[in-house]
């Protein structure tokens, strides 16, 4: 299959990320056409300072390598690089109707915890740009967090109603989702997601100390009540906690549920913040060689615009010449 997924550059990746998207693009690279991508137009939608934003480029690179994610298995690359994912947008603008953008769930987050002069239409064009990286590749399954599924379906609806009226162009995908995991919330208020640019108390980051990480699972937000049972409906930061438990040990959160029975929250906590921080711990040391190596990184980002590119190239070429349009 051809896959392709992406990650905003807007500060160290958190667990929610990792077991969300990551941890299924490590297990596909090793058997498809894998396309990941630094989704850098995608970060300067919401407010951002030019020169971090450099530097979580590469840092997110680094990080990509630290996990896992092999160049040699997978295409990866910076998405500003790629000049066509910026054209294949203006033309899927055309054909995206306003009422399907305005019904998008996670413009509605995101816009709601922005003032109004920082809600720009980049913003709300999100999913067109999404739409015009996945539909690039001719990609067939997008692994992504349930928060981006509805992006994937409007790609999907695009491309079927792009064929429908100019001919035979794209590959219609469809999203790939972990069950169980897709949905890490954030430790101080479990109704929301988990998340680089929210109140980074609420995260466990790949580039957390292990005190940070401890402090932020110690305090994290459960309930009065004190039997252990995996409820995600009506305790959502105990279920969160079992989840992102049970997710580092390959059981289930019932399972981890059943493991803690008789135990106080105090224990499960301490329990998981000894997990994340040995998971976190070697992750990080990696990470510290690859960002001393920016020579190294750019040649990786430089080979991955390369294949990206006469691909992209490809596709959007045919799609111009569908529409009519000189290229
Ligand atoms: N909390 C989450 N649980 C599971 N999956 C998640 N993802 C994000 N948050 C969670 C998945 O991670 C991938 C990359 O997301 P992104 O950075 O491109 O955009 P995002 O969804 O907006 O992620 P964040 O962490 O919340 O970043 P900010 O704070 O910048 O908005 C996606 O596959 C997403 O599903």
């Not at 979580?56 to 295409?75: C, I, R, V």
């Not at 899927?92 to 413009?107: A, F, K, V, W």
């Not at 999907?156 to 219609?172: C, D, E, I, P, Y």
Request: include cysteine; glycine fraction near 4%.
């Amino acid at each position: 299959m051809i896959i392709f997924s992406g990650i905003r550059p807007t500060g160290p990746i958190h667990i929610g990320n990792y077991l969300g998207a990551i941890r299924n693009w490590l297990e596909l690279q090793k058997n498809n056409q894998c396309f990941f991508c630094i989704a850098n137009l995608h970060a300067i939608t919401t407010p951002f300072k030019s020169e971090q934003l450099r530097q979580e480029t590469f840092g997110l690179a680094a990080l990509y390598l630290s996990l896992g994610l092999d160049p040699h298995q997978s295409t990866l690359f910076v998405q500003s690089q790629v000049k066509e994912h910026a054209e294949m947008t203006w033309l899927l603008s055309t054909i995206t109707p306003m009422g399907e953008l305005s019904r998008m769930t996670q413009y509605k987050e995101k816009s709601d915890r922005l003032k109004a002069s920082q809600i720009n239409a980049g913003l709300f064009y999100y999913p067109v740009l999404m739409a015009a990286d996945i539909l690039l590749y001719q990609t067939e399954a997008v692994p992504v967090g349930e928060d981006q599924q509805q992006h994937v379906e409007l790609a999907r609806s695009l491309a079927q109603k792009f064929n429908r009226q100019f001919g035979a162009t794209f590959k219609a995908p469809k999203s790939l989702i972990p069950k169980n995991q897709a949905r890490i919330r954030s430790l101080r208020d479990p109704s929301r997601k988990m998340s680089k640019t929210d109140d980074p108390r609420g995260a466990v980051s790949f580039l957390d100390s292990p005190e940070e990480i401890k402090n932020n699972v110690m305090r994290a937000v459960t309930d009065s009540d004190r039997q252990i049972k995996y409820d995600p409906q009506r305790r959502p930061g105990l279920a969160n906690l079992l989840i992102i438990y049970s997710s580092l040990e390959n059981i289930s959160p019932q399972e981890a549920a059943q493991q803690f029975v008789g135990q106080s929250y105090q224990s499960i906590k301490e329990e998981l913040s000894q997990k994340l921080i040995a998971f976190i711990e070697p992750i990080q040391s990696e990470y510290q060689q690859w960002i001393k190596q920016p020579q190294k990184l750019e040649e990786i980002l430089t080979a991955g615009q390369e294949q990206a590119q006469t691909i992209a190239a490809q596709t959007l070429a045919k799609a111009q010449q569908k529409m009519g349009l000189l290229g």
